[in-house]
Structures are given as structure tokens and as C-alpha cells.
């Protein structure tokens, strides 16, 4: 059964950076996209950043271009999501999963971006 670890998230002021790791079991990582998801209270969950298997190309969603950046290290089975210029409204639960996604989702990490 896939299983992932999301880490790294907590309170910081509006400008800081945060760093989340998602480390995945099995086989599967080196072999699929990954992806960065979160949810809102509120909202639905929506796809944040992308990245393929073999870690050559990325993609954003425009709300985070330019300030999040995606990255994935396949010995460790761990896709990265660097964050920096944090705004209030990137407050939520963050997530990775294969993308598109399976029905597989770890705990998440909760970011809340707040002075």
C-alpha cells in the first residue's frame, strides 16, 4: 500500500518561507509525477505544483508561480516544495500524492500563514 509522509509545515508571518517534504513507500515514486496539493477550510483541494518522474519538468498553479518552487530527490523518494513570500491566503493543509492523484492521501501538513 502507498503511503505518504507530508512534514514541515507551521505558523509563519506573511513574506517567511517554509520548506514541506512528502517521503513516499514504494516503488511506484521514481516512475510517477508527483504532485503538491492543499485545501482551504472551506475550499476544495486543488493542485499546486507538479513535477515529472523524472524531475525535468514542473508546473504551477498561477497563484504560487514565481514563489513556490517544486523539487524531488528519486534515492530518497521524497518530492520537496519550497515556499517562500508566504501570503495569508496560502494558509491551508498541504498534501502530495502521484499526479493526476490516486485515492491515496497521507495526513497532510497544515501551513497557516499569519502575522
Known amino acids: 500500500q502507498v503511503q505518504l509522509v507530508e512534514s514541515g509545515g507551521g505558523l509563519v508571518q506573511p513574506g517567511g518561507s517554509l520548506r514541506l517534504s512528502c517521503a513516499a513507500s514504494g516503488s511506484f515514486f521514481r516512475l510517477r509525477a508527483m504532485g503538491w496539493y492543499r485545501q482551504a477550510p472551506g475550499k476544495q483541494r486543488e493542485l499546486v505544483a507538479s513535477?515529472?518522474?523524472?524531475?525535468?519538468?514542473?508546473n504551477y498553479a498561477d497563484s504560487v508561480k514565481g514563489r513556490f518552487t517544486i523539487s524531488r530527490d528519486n534515492a530518497k523518494n521524497t518530492v520537496y516544495l519550497q515556499m517562500n513570500s508566504l501570503k495569508p491566503e496560502d494558509t491551508a493543509v498541504y498534501y502530495c500524492n502521484v499526479h493526476p492523484p490516486s485515492p491515496y492521501w497521507g495526513q497532510g501538513t497544515q501551513v497557516t500563514v499569519s502575522s
Open positions: 513535477i515529472t518522474s523524472g524531475g525535468g519538468s514542473t
